[in-house]
């Protein structure tokens, strides 16, 4: 019933999840939309941000924060570290990274599961059929 009432209001989704739990946006995990209307809606981490970007009809672009460097990128063409043992927001925790080098570097120390972002989205968004 929850879930229902969710998927009805994407805007009201959003803003929910950007609040997340009162948790402060840091830089390093921003992800960010911004629909067609040239509105930006900053996500506090790519968990977060993927859960919107499925549910956000109107994007036009979707950026990630690398993890190491703290430089922006194209969402879709990042590499996504999900659930390593280390929780640095939303948990699922999910890193984003620009080299996949630098994320199997992290994978090493932290374990988890690299995957690209369309894997990502499904992670978070598992099908219910
Ligand atoms: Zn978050």
């Known amino acids: 019933m929850g879930k229902s009432l969710l998927l009805q209001n994407s805007a009201w989704t959003i803003r929910r999840f950007a609040r997340c ?11 960010t939309i911004i629909d067609t209307e040239g509105k930006k809606i900053h996500l506090c ?3 977060c941000g993927l859960i919107a970007y499925s ?3 109107n994007r036009w672009q979707t950026l990630a924060t690398d993890f190491i460097h703290g430089h ?11 659930d390593p043992e280390l929780t640095i927001c939303c948990s699922p925790s999910v890193l984003a990274f620009s080299s ?8 090493k120390g932290f374990g988890g599961r690299i995957v690209n972002f369309h894997l990502a989205i499904e992670f978070l968004n598992p099908k219910h059929s």
């Open 21 to 31: 739990v009162g948790k402060k946006i840091k830089e390093r995990h921003t992800f």
């Open 45 to 47: 981490c790519p968990h």
């Open 55 to 57: 549910r956000q009809v």
């Open 72 to 82: 922006v990128m194209t969402a879709a063409q990042a590499h996504y570290l999900i």
């Open 100 to 107: 996949h080098e630098e994320a199997l570097k992290f994978q």
